[in-house]
């Protein structure tokens, strides 16, 4: 009865080892469950927070460089943005561009092709540029070998005969075409008073002159070969210019204008009081 009684209390009593390590295994396992939690809540919130944060970078990198750099870059680089309606173009590279048009002569057909000649700006159209101009000649004269040193550049006429007297033309604009410039047709009118139906051969001059200085010991050579002829009358006469063109491509120093008739020919110079002086007509285009 002693020895049930001992091991009934020793059953009913606690043991204090053992409840302490059930505690501390149940303290610990909550514990455990409760860290493992909160991992779970920091790996939540971890999760969470990188996420937001990634999501936030996404959001604010990526819609800021779009919309931002992308966006801002786009407008101001993109070829697109830039390409002009048909007839504009952009000519200095600045915004707002397409600010010329390609019908102005001042850019015909496209940026430095400009339609200045002659003292103003010519016809456009469809990036061609053509003038026709009537050109008054300003300087002209004529030599005489029987007054080998006299200058004859404020006379009123100019004197052609086979004695040794020849004229001299100077050529307005011809020494100064635009660039890749084509001659539709160029001619000299003429007024003669005396000597018509006298046949005149013109020659290109090789080297620039004065009309108030020169004479016929300082006149300048002519073009080797044959000159262009020209049959004339009384009154006025259009020369063609255009075999003188053809033959020797440009005429920068002018013609000079000889005759082996006998008799005088006498044309009005720019300086005739009648005002009825050589004049050039030129149609060309570039």
């Known amino acids: 009865m002693g020895v049930a009684a001992l091991a009934m209390a020793c059953w009913l009593e606690p043991n204090p080892e053992f409840d302490g390590g059930s505690a501390?295994?149940?303290?610990?396992?909550?514990?455990?469950?409760?860290?493992?939690?909160?991992?779970?809540?920091?790996?939540?919130?971890?999760?969470?927070?990188?996420?937001?944060?990634?999501?936030?970078?996404?959001?604010?990198?990526?819609?800021?460089?779009?919309?931002?750099?992308?966006?801002?870059?786009s407008e101001e680089g993109d070829d697109d943005d830039d390409l002009c309606p048909e007839g504009l173009i952009d000519c200095d590279a600045r915004v707002p561009g397409c600010e010329s048009s390609v019908d102005d002569p001042e850019t015909c057909g496209g940026c430095g092709h400009s339609c200045l000649f002659g003292g103003g700006f010519q016809d456009c159209d469809a990036g061609v540029c053509s003038a026709s101009l009537d050109l008054d000649i300003q300087a002209d004269t004529f030599v005489d070998g029987n007054?080998?040193?006299?200058?004859?550049?404020?006379?009123?006429?100019?004197?052609?005969?086979?004695?040794?007297?020849?004229?001299?033309?100077?050529?307005?604009?011809?020494?100064?075409?635009?660039?890749?410039?084509?001659?539709?047709?160029?001619?000299?009118?003429?007024?003669?008073?005396?000597?018509?139906?006298?046949?005149l051969d013109v020659f290109r001059v090789d080297e620039p002159w004065n009309p108030e200085t020169v004479?016929?010991?300082?006149?300048?050579?002519?073009?080797?070969?044959?000159?262009?002829?020209?049959?004339?009358?009384?009154g006025t006469n259009n020369l063609d210019l255009g075999p003188l063109l053809e033959l020797w491509g440009e005429l920068p120093h002018g013609i000079a204008i000889r005759t082996m008739s006998p008799v005088l020919v006498t044309i009005r110079s720019a300086e005739h009081p009648s005002a009825i002086g050589p004049r050039l007509t030129l149609e060309l285009s570039w």
């Open 24 to 73: 501390d295994d149940e303290v610990g396992t909550e514990d455990t469950s409760e860290s493992g939690g909160g991992s779970e809540s920091g790996s939540s919130e971890g999760g969470s927070s990188g996420d937001a944060s990634s999501g936030d970078d996404t959001d604010t990198g990526t819609d800021t460089d779009t919309d931002t750099g992308m966006g801002d870059g």
């Open 147 to 199: 007054m080998a040193q006299a200058n004859f550049g404020s006379a009123p006429d100019l004197n052609v005969a086979i004695d040794q007297r020849q004229a001299l033309i100077h050529l307005p604009l011809l020494d100064q075409l635009p660039e890749g410039a084509e001659i539709q047709s160029a001619s000299l009118r003429i007024r003669i008073d005396a000597g018509g139906g006298a046949a």
């Open 215 to 234: 004479t016929w010991f300082s006149q300048p050579d002519l073009a080797p070969g044959m000159p262009v002829n020209y049959v004339t009358n009384d």
